[in-house]
């Protein structure tokens, strides 16, 4: 079955195509994929500005579409099936993707379904020939949520644990605008702190002792408070000449910090489930540092933890295909409505 997959949630366009009967060992299934990131377009403002966002991705959709057909040396009558992303996201850019796949699907006579966002990040690692297997717990670390799962199967999520404030990819890109470093912040970060030491500066820890939830605010003042007092760091507010060591230093122990709570909670979720599987999922989850701890901690309860290629940690359209792909093995497909769902819970 080839599914073409859409992902218009946010400031990514990504389209790719799932081909079930190509999955082998070193081929995911994945037959293409293009992704255009509208992050350029957005600097100028500081931040996503929804309406820019929607006119973008109608205005990419088509030549995508013709782009990823080449690519994969496809016809549209090839394709089988269409996902797209449902939400949650920004309403005006979730109803581009919806109502480009849904009448593309109409028009091919083929089944449409759309899928969470939140979903196809937590399936992404299971594409290719040796998934890891259910049960498991998942880490789901992005630019809007930090949640840790249950997964028992597709579509069988208990949250155990999530944030009550900023996600871990919100806290990363609030710590690199301090440091005066480009969105989006989390590889920027990791980047700098390549060359730093981690145990530079101590830095909290936040609700540690306190169940499976996670609140990363007082990180963001922790580093602003931080940034302010240390000479030579070179953020907002501090006008000394910077010092590219005392700013890899601050980079290092703020992802150190990051890392170490996400670690601790994770090692608290595998032991309240018991279960020796974490899969972890989204554009936090393509951190080196975060992807070396959990495999140095997780070895000591005998554990062990799965992930994806870094270009299907981030937003793109091949998760959204496989989610797709899963939901349409399972019965499931879309009716001819269309209905987005900007907020929408796990
Ligand atoms: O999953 P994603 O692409 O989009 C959302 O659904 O939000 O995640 C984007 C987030 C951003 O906050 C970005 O800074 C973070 O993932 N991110 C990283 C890394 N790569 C992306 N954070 C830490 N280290 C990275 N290497
Ligand atoms: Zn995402």
Redesign the pocket.
Known sequence: MKVLGLET??D?TGLAIFDSEQISSDNQGLVGQVLYSQIELHALYGGVVPELASRDHIRKLVPLLNELLDQCDMKKSEIDAIAYTKGPGLIGALMTGALFGRSLAYGLDIPAIGIH??EG?LLAPLMGANPPAFPFVSLL?????TLLIAARGVGQYEILGESIDD????C??KA?KMLGLP????????KLAETGNQNAYSLPRPMLHRGLDFSFSGMKTAVHNLIKDTPHSGGSGNSAESNPQVRADIAASF?HAVVDTLVRKCVKALKQVDMSRLVIA???S?????RETLEAELAKINATVHYAP?AL???NGAMIAYAGYERLQAGQSDDLAVSCVPRWPM
């Open positions: 949630s946010c990514e966002h939140m990040h670390v992005s630019g809007g949520h996600a871990a990819g919100e990363f890109d690199a969105y989006p912040g989390g590889p920027n970060i990791a992802q989204g554009g936090v393509a951190n080196t540092h975060l870094p940690c981030t937003d």
